[in-house]
């Protein structure tokens, strides 16, 4: 499947060999791979017409606005609202439109309640819409057909619609008008994963109870007595225990995530999606693909709401909970959404930011993501050579970038998609709020970054974790600490330090490097150095824990005896922390238009990381550094190629490295790129489920059959 899975990506980005029959369930696919055709649909890649991003005339039908009466060919195919398949006499009614595209006729009511009446298929402007009401007769050849009891309906004739004439725009009818207070979230109700009854309280003691495994190792195991150090490394490494390694607490559970089988802590996300007029087209379906996919892995715990923004910004619906209800429902205004307009970030991100200030409620867990394929038009403009920076915290609302009572703030996760979206501004925004940058270099990867992302989303194991390192030694005192982007700070006369490192997914990892000073020792055959200790807190059980690790120690022989080893643990991550420090001195050159020196420093950098020791050692980490740097090197061969992806690529990178956290980059989320050194287990789940959801699917087999039957290598473009 993997192979498959390339080519179709492959394809997807360079607009190959890719054919499309007009009728997915009844039209057989053509072997002559030159007359292609690109595809796009609401949902599910349905058939249609992508000539150009503006809607198609659509032909007239005799039936103009009509219900299907028998079994007709619409009836067996599928709605591109609500994802189900459309069978006559189950139950609901079928609505044939006057482009003759046909979906269940309470999926279009609700379509048209979001303010859409162009089709989601073919984009066509209806001119007469449907709409239900309790006491009201069908006029004459507008039957209702479906079961006994149904609500009668009328279709009713759009007027012309009004203009917005200094935008060139059509203004939606029948948008909901939005409260001034989003404090209409869905109560959680008794949703209980974990009764606090039933789990045993973690403790130091006992590591079948531990969330968290705590390692420290000095750079080398023993130095001479007589020999001190100004500078010496100790790295302390902290892992999350897997999700199905916690503690038993089955007892009382009420639901559990799809996700797993496991107690996990529910999740409130709010999605900010870009949905102007670059959008249209292939981008638009499968971002509705990719958040149908987002909303079906979501349990009936977690809560979900989506702004989508174009020149304005408008919330589709409150903060729900996704039980089966609410999944049709967020279906349903997913993909009611239509692509125009401009590209107003910032006013997505502060409606985005509201929900999450006004919710009555709150669940364990909390994070927003954001897509967008384009600059914003509206606060800021993008950067580049000679362009003054803008202010990226204008795009986000104080909550954003401030902490809460508790000292941690939501995570804006965000993904910049395709060659002009302005990957500083997104990736800014990110490391303000402490979320990850994504780059998705083309469309066909949306959905596997997405899925990588929610699968860390839906395993967090650990919260408001907070490392403390105090010397031991009295005459040792911190030097610095090297946390990336995660805040730490040293106390007054530098003997304790902090790191505040927020949330750990299940079975991630952390490593820190703390410098200190190492004294002559005459006297002793040891030198203490440091303790660490942890305090987190666990989201299911909301008890805080306390975990604790043994002195750090150096051996102290005298001069002339056997010296200690070097740790490759530590020199892998000296080497990690050099390799990101060049990335962000070649980002500095080539923005000051130097790529040639942007290149030789990574270069540079390569040379230095072949001779060290985990290196030597032929290290999985530092091979895939130096495949990195060197991917780095080939997107700065012109400024073209620098603007079109260089940019965005080295700061994906740089966002994985500084919180040590996968993230899309480029084309490929795949668990075999040496790139994907942070990629956990559940990720790698979620993102197993998202390829075999979307090969599995025949209309995606009817795509890739003639993809594979060509034998072609996809050409650039």
């Known amino acids: ?184 979230d869905e109560l959680l109700g008794n949703q209980t994963v974990c009764a606090e009854s039933s789990c045993n309280k973690n403790s130091v003691d006992g590591d079948s109870t531990k969330i968290i495994q705590m390692e420290t190792y000095p750079e080398i195991s023993a130095a001479p007595k007589s020999k001190s150090y100004d500078d010496f490394t100790v790295l302390v490494h902290l892992k999350a225990a897997a999700s199905d390694k916690r503690q038993n607490c089955t007892g009382n559970q009420v639901s559990l995530s799809q996700f797993s089988r496991t107690p996990r802590a529910p999740v409130d996300l709010v999605t900010v999606l870009d949905i102007s007029g670059s959008m249209a087209g292939t981008k638009l379906a499968l971002l509705k693909r990719a958040m149908g996919f987002v909303i079906q892995n979501l349990s009936s715990s977690d809560r979900l709401s989506v702004i989508a923004f174009s020149s304005t910004a408008r919330r589709l ?69 000679n362009q003054p920076q803008p202010n990226y915290q204008l795009l986000l609302p104080l909550s954003m970038h401030t902490k809460d009572e508790s000292g941690f703030q939501i995570p804006v996760h965000s993904f910049g998609f395709g060659a002009d979206h302005d990957a500083s501004s997104m990736h800014s925004i990110s490391e303000i709020s402490g979320g990850t940058f994504s780059f998705i270099e083309t469309e066909a990867v949306i959905q596997d970054a997405f899925a990588q992302c929610i699968g860390g989303l839906l395993s967090v194991v650990v919260q408001e974790l907070q490392v403390a390192i105090e010397c031991v030694h009295p005459n040792i005192h911190l030097g610095s600490l090297k946390a990336g982007s995660y805040p730490s700070h040293l106390m007054a006369g530098g003997r304790t330090g902090f790191i505040n490192v927020g949330d750990l997914y299940a079975d991630e990892e952390r490593d820190f490097l703390v410098s200190v ?148 980059r480029g084309n490929s989320t ?25 090969l599995g699917s025949p209309s995606a087999q009817r795509l890739l059959q003639p993809l594979l039957s060509c034998g072609s290598q996809p050409k650039a473009r």
């Open 670 to 694: 795949d668990s075999s790129s040496l790139f994907q050194s942070y990629q956990t287990p559940s990720m790698l789940e979620m993102l197993s489920r998202s390829q075999a959801t979307f």
């Open 1 to 184: 499947m993997g192979s498959k899975w390339r080519k179709m990506k492959l394809a997807l980005g360079s607009n190959l060999c890719v054919f499309v029959p007009r009728t997915l369930e009844n039209s057989p696919p053509s072997s002559d791979c030159d007359s292609t055709e690109r595809f796009s649909d609401a949902a599910l890649l349905s058939p249609a017409h992508w000539g150009s991003s503006r809607p198609s005339t659509p032909i007239p039908s005799s039936h103009a606005l009509s219900f299907s009466k028998s079994g007709t060919k619409s009836s067996k195919q599928t709605c591109s609202i609500c994802l189900t398949k459309m069978k006559q006499g189950g139950g609901l009614a079928i609505f044939t439109a006057e482009c003759s595209h046909s979906f269940h006729f309470h999926c279009v009511v609700s379509n048209v309640k979001h303010g859409n009446q162009i089709c989601p298929v073919c984009r066509a402007q209806w001119k007469e819409i449907p709409v239900q009401g309790p006491n009201l007769d069908p006029p004459p050849g507008r039957v209702s057909v479906g079961p006994a009891g149904w609500n009668q309906t009328v279709v009713r004739r759009l007027p012309p619609p009004r203009r917005d004439l200094s935008r060139r725009l059509i203004v939606p009818l029948c948008q909901a008008p939005e409260p001034g207070v989003f404090d209409d």
């Open 517 to 664: 000073n190492v004294p002559v020792e005459p006297s002793s055959n040891s030198t203490p150095l440091l303790k660490v200790r942890c305090v987190y807190r666990d989201p299911i059980t909301k008890q805080t824990t306390i975990l604790e690790s043994d002195e750090v120690r150096i051996k102290r022989p005298e001069m002339g005896e056997q010296q200690g080893v070097v740790s490759v643990e530590v020199d892998r991550q000296c080497n990690r922390l050099q390799a990101a420090k060049a990335m962000s001195q070649a980002r500095i050159a080539a923005e000051q238009g130097d790529l040639a020196g942007a290149v030789t420093i990574l270069e540079k950098c390569r040379m230095t990381l072949s001779q060290t020791v985990s290196a030597k050692s032929h290290d999985r980490l530092c091979i895939a550094l130096d495949a990195e740097l060197k991917e780095m090197q080939e997107r700065m061969t012109s400024r073209h190629v620098y603007e079109a992806s260089g940019r965005a690529y080295i700061l994906s990178g740089l966002s994985s490295h500084s919180w040590q956290r996968a993230t899309a």
């Open 317 to 385: 619906f409150p903060l729900r909970r996704m039980t089966d209800t609410g999944r049709q429902q967020a279906l349903q205004a997913v993909n009611s959404l239509v692509a125009n307009g401009g590209t107003n970030i910032a006013e997505g991100l502060r409606k985005g930011a509201k929900i999450m200030e006004d919710r009555r409620e709150k669940n364990a867990v909390s994070s927003i993501i954001l897509l967008s394929d384009g600059q914003d038009t509206y606060t800021v403009s993008g950067s580049g050579v």
